[in-house]
């Protein structure tokens, strides 16, 4: 790139948008590495505690989820020291803090319907889980993920009100399966 | 009467830089180099004119060992830079 090379307004203003397009899908691009993180343990952490649990009838087995954020937040950590020169733009800061704020109930919610007040977990989270996505894809203008996060929302609450024990943590494998294929369209797109 | 180019943004280096930091909170000088393929001499004396016009700030510091410079643009380079687009779309809409 030139310092000094003449522009006409036409170039000028496309080299502003190719510019602004690079930046915006190389921070979406570090994005969705998280998407796929967070989607993979999703699914492999609700898939063993749901055959743990299937198969021993022990319901203890969901302490488990415990060991997702213990290994989850570390990884996170790492890709994020391997982003360390990535920017953040305002939508990737919105993305990390809608997701952040749905950890924070979900755990906190978890840990409170364990220890303290029994409640119907596996309904909340899905909704606030479905709303997280909803939001993902109003942020990034895909309609995709927000018809997918709507359907798993709204359909993920009527299977936890239909659907009792181990068979509901299937709703959260099909939550993990959405995060992940959610991460590899943002990596795909934003190519 | 059109409105005159602002010559410091009117330059393809200095512009693509302020395209970049116009869209983040702030940018390492490697991000700066990568996106816009400059030579590291290049960037930082455009990255010096556009510092000395007062629409970036440069932080330099450390990021563990290693040295981390992090450029920011200022609210008068946001306006410099709204101003420089608006002036960019009548020169184009005059010319349809």
Redesign the interface.
């Known amino acids: 790139?030139?310092?000094?090379?003449e522009?006409t307004?036409?170039e000028?203003?496309q080299?502003?948008s190719n510019?602004?397009n690079?930046?915006?899908k190389?921070?979406l691009r570090g994005s969705a590495k998280y998407f796929m993180l967070w989607g993979a343990l999703l699914t492999v952490t609700s898939l063993v505690v749901y055959l743990l649990w299937h198969f021993t009838t022990k319901p203890q087995w969901n302490f488990l989820w415990f060991a997702m954020p213990a290994i989850g937040y570390p990884l996170a950590a790492l890709i994020g020291k391997h982003n360390?020169?990535?920017?953040?733009?305002e939508v990737s800061?919105m993305l990390s803090g809608v997701w952040s704020v749905f950890g924070a109930f979900a755990i906190t919610l978890s840990a409170i319907a364990i220890f303290l007040v029994p409640m119907r977990v596996s309904l909340i989270i899905v909704i606030m889980m479905g709303l997280a996505e909803c939001m993902s894809g109003v942020l990034l203008k895909n309609w995709p993920f927000i018809i997918g996060g709507f359907l798993l929302g709204v359909g993920g609450a009527v299977f936890a009100m239909l659907v009792m024990g181990d068979a509901q943590l299937l709703i959260f494998t099909l939550g993990g399966v959405l995060l992940l294929v959610t991460g590899c369209i943002m990596k795909l797109q934003y190519k | 009467m059109f409105p005159k180019?602002d010559p410091l943004l009117?330059?393809?280096?200095?512009?693509?830089v302020m395209?970049?930091l116009?869209?983040?909170?702030?940018?390492?000088f490697?991000?700066l180099k990568?996106?816009?393929?400059?030579t590291s001499g290049?960037l930082s004396?455009?990255i010096d004119k556009l510092t000395a016009a007062g629409y970036i700030t440069v932080e330099k510091g450390f990021?563990g060992k290693m040295p981390r410079t992090t450029c920011k643009i200022t609210p008068a380079g946001q306006e410099a830079f709204s101003k420089y687009?608006e002036a960019?779309?009548e020169?184009?809409s005059a010319?349809k």
Do not use: C, W
């Open positions: 790139m030139e310092q000094n090379k522009m307004a036409q000028s203003l080299l502003i510019t602004f690079n930046s915006r190389e921070i360390k020169a990535i920017p953040q733009s800061k | 180019l009117h330059s393809e280096l200095r512009l693509a395209s970049i116009a869209g983040v909170d702030e940018a390492d490697t991000y990568k996106q816009t393929g400059a290049n004396v455009q990021k687009v960019l779309k020169y184009l010319g």
